[in-house]
């Protein structure tokens, strides 16, 4: 057993690694007793056997920039007793070798590293060899170095992280202003209206902004849509904001052909102001309605504003054209939110008129129409 042990241990090859059992028989009080031991013999490769070699490339360009720090690793296997350093090619005078690490592995080789620190970068260290050199009595092995300047240089980090958080504040700046002009884009035109002082009626040459089309038949159940087409609408939108509305009523001379004299003032018109109601689709009405319709869609000369006086829940009653235009809108009268001339329904009522500089076209007392109440 110690020749097979001492054999094992002067010559053994990897393929003689396994599991080896010692046998032996040990009489005790004239019995025989066996004893068995088993040993797992591993081979390992001797550390004069372990080549040299570094880890990665052969040749690496590193980009740097200039009064900058950089450390170049070099990494190598070799055995306990092999050498690594660096060879410095240029005498720039900023470059030094730190501390080299070694690891040894469960195999008997040795992991090694060691950086090479080049403070304060400059001209000289660019474009030279910086070598790394692993050696031993195996071989032999070298890796080499080149810095070359960045052409854009890197972000520093607290730079890119100022830099997101503005840019994340920013996007949440620019969505906040397009909710807010969504919501308030009605307010917004008004203003840059009245601050840009436009004026769309001057060279249409047209007379009136709005031509009023309302149910004319005075009855009790429709007494308050017609005092509000012919006495609200002309007070605020005349006598507050300079509009000139034309209300056949009121501005037309009874005893001429009525259907060519409503035509012609829709053509003199710039809007068709519609006061909708159940009743509204009757037969002295709905030529006004006709006709405005044939200006909008075929003339394009006149935008139509619905206005929902009372709820109206079904609107077939209404000329199926009317759906062909984009340019129409419909605006609900609510008495007890819309009295106030800062109201949403007057604000919305106003954008969809033409802009015009506020010049009060009547005082208030005089755009009351000469009509009985119903």
Same mark, same amino acid.
């Given at each position: 057993?110690?020749?097979?042990?001492?054999?094992?241990?002067?010559?053994?090859?990897?393929?003689? %690694?396994?599991?080896?059992?010692?046998?032996?028989?040990?009489?005790?009080?004239?019995?025989? &007793?066996?004893?068995?031991?088993?040993?797992?013999?591993?081979?390992?490769?001797?550390?004069?056997?372990?080549?040299?070699?570094?880890?990665?490339?052969?040749?690496?360009?590193?980009?740097?920039?200039?009064?900058?720090?950089?450390?170049?690793?070099?990494?190598?296997?070799?055995?306990?007793?092999?050498?690594?350093?660096?060879?410095?090619?240029?005498?720039?005078?900023?470059?030094?070798?730190?501390?080299?690490?070694?690891?040894?592995?469960?195999?008997?080789?040795?992991?090694?590293?060691?950086?090479?620190?080049?403070?304060?970068?400059?001209?000289?260290?660019?474009?030279?060899?910086?070598?790394?050199?692993?050696?031993?009595?195996?071989?032999?092995?070298?890796?080499?170095?080149?810095?070359?300047?960045?052409?854009?240089?890197?972000?520093?980090?607290?730079?890119?992280?100022?830099?997101?958080?503005?840019?994340?504040?920013?996007?949440?700046?620019?969505?906040?202003?397009?909710?807010?002009?969504?919501?308030?884009?009605?307010?917004?035109?008004?203003?840059?209206?009245?601050?840009?002082?436009?004026?769309?009626?001057?060279?249409?040459?047209?007379?009136?902004?709005?031509?009023?089309?309302?149910?004319?038949?005075?009855?009790?159940?429709?007494?308050?849509?017609?005092?509000?087409?012919?006495?609200?609408?002309?007070?605020?939108?005349?006598?507050?904001?300079?509009?000139?509305?034309?209300?056949?009523?009121?501005?037309?001379?009874?005893?001429?052909?009525?259907?060519?004299?409503?035509?012609?003032?829709?053509?003199?018109?710039?809007?068709?102001?519609?006061?909708?109601?159940?009743?509204?689709?009757?037969?002295?009405?709905?030529?006004?309605?006709?006709?405005?319709?044939?200006?909008?869609?075929?003339?394009?000369?006149?935008?139509?504003?619905?206005?929902?006086?009372?709820?109206?829940?079904?609107?077939?009653?209404?000329?199926?054209?009317?759906?062909?235009?984009?340019?129409?809108?419909?605006?609900?009268? %609510?008495?007890?939110?819309?009295?106030?001339?800062?109201?949403? &329904?007057?604000?919305?009522?106003?954008?969809?008129?033409?802009?015009?500089?506020?010049?009060?076209?009547?005082?208030?007392?005089?755009?009351?129409?000469?009509?009985?109440?119903?």
């Amino acid at each position: 057993m110690n020749d097979t042990s001492s054999s094992l241990k002067k010559n053994a090859e990897f393929k003689d %690694q396994g599991y080896y059992t010692c046998m032996f028989i040990i009489h005790r009080n004239g019995k025989p &007793f066996t004893v068995t031991k088993t040993y797992n013999i591993t081979i390992v490769e001797g550390h004069s056997n372990v080549v040299p070699a570094i880890l990665g490339e052969d040749l690496n360009h590193v980009g740097v920039e200039l009064g900058k720090d950089v450390e170049l690793n070099c990494s190598a296997v070799l055995n306990e007793k092999g050498l690594i350093y660096w060879d410095i090619h240029n005498d720039s005078g900023n470059a030094h070798e730190e501390k080299e690490t070694r690891h040894k592995s469960s195999k008997g080789k040795w992991s090694v590293s060691r950086i090479l620190k080049i403070e304060n970068i400059n001209e000289k260290n660019l474009n030279v060899f910086y070598n790394c050199t692993v050696f031993s009595e195996k071989g032999i092995d070298t890796k080499s170095f080149i810095l070359l300047k960045k052409d854009h240089p890197d972000i520093p980090g607290h730079v890119f992280t100022r830099g997101m958080i503005i840019a994340i504040w920013l996007s949440g700046a620019v969505v906040c202003l397009v909710i807010v002009g969504v919501i308030y884009r009605v307010d917004l035109a008004l203003f840059y209206r009245r601050f840009m002082g436009r004026d769309e009626t001057l060279t249409d040459g047209k007379t009136y902004d709005a031509f009023v089309s309302y149910l004319k038949e005075c009855q009790p159940e429709n007494g308050e849509e017609h005092s509000f087409a012919v006495e609200t609408l002309p007070r605020v939108l005349e006598g507050r904001f300079g509009y000139k509305l034309c209300i056949f009523e009121r501005d037309v001379v009874p005893g001429g052909a009525v259907v060519d004299e409503i035509h012609s003032l829709i053509e003199q018109s710039r809007r068709l102001i519609v006061v909708l109601s159940k009743s509204y689709m009757s037969n002295k009405v709905r030529y006004e309605l006709e006709s405005g319709l044939h200006e909008a869609l075929v003339e394009r000369k006149i935008k139509i504003i619905l206005i929902e006086f009372t709820p109206v829940n079904d609107f077939t009653f209404l000329p199926q054209s009317l759906k062909l235009l984009k340019s129409h809108r419909v605006l609900k009268w %609510q008495a007890d939110k819309s009295r106030s001339y800062n109201s949403r &329904f007057w604000k919305n009522l106003l954008y969809l008129m033409p802009a015009k500089t506020v010049n009060p076209y009547r005082e208030e007392s005089k755009v009351l129409p000469l009509l009985p109440h119903c």
